[in-house]
Nanobody, 124 residues
Framework: QVQLVESGGGLVQAGGSLRLSCAFS????????MGWFRQAPEKEREFVAG????????SYADSVKGRFTISRDNAKNTVYLQMISLKPEDTAVYYC?????????????????WGKGTLVTVSS
């Protein structure tokens, strides 16, 4: 059974940066596509970014393109989300996901595993 543990969330001012990490355990990390979703208060869950098992293909929501970068280290069983130029509208709980299929379903349907989330708050 896959377990995902996110870290790196916190409070940052608009224009600042954060790097989220997601530690993967329980299965062969290199077999899984990984991704990030987010959910802001009173809003629907939103796809943020995805990365194929090899790391050489990525996808992003239009709202974060050019500001967020997803990457993975298969030796460390970890996926990252580097976020720069943060905006107040990026405030949300960020969830790490894992699935055997790429591209990830951008509605989050059928994901193999979800983390419990890490809160990112961007102040104006």
């Amino acid at each position: 059974q896959v377990q995902l543990v996110e870290s790196g969330g916190g409070l940052v001012q608009a224009g600042g940066s954060l790097r989220l990490s997601c530690a993967f355990s329980g299965r062969a990390f290199s077999s899984y596509a990984m991704g990030w979703f987010r959910q802001a208060p009173e809003k629907e869950r939103e796809f943020v970014a995805g990365i194929i098992w090899s790391g050489d293909r990525t996808s992003y929501a239009d709202s974060v393109k050019g500001r967020f970068t997803i990457s993975r280290d298969n030796a460390k069983n970890t996926v990252y989300l580097q976020m720069i130029s943060l905006k107040p509208e990026d405030t949300a709980v960020y969830y790490c996901v894992a699935d055997l299929v790429y591209p990830l379903n951008t509605r989050g349907i059928g994901m193999d595993s979800w983390g419990k989330g890490t809160l990112v708050t961007v102040s104006s």
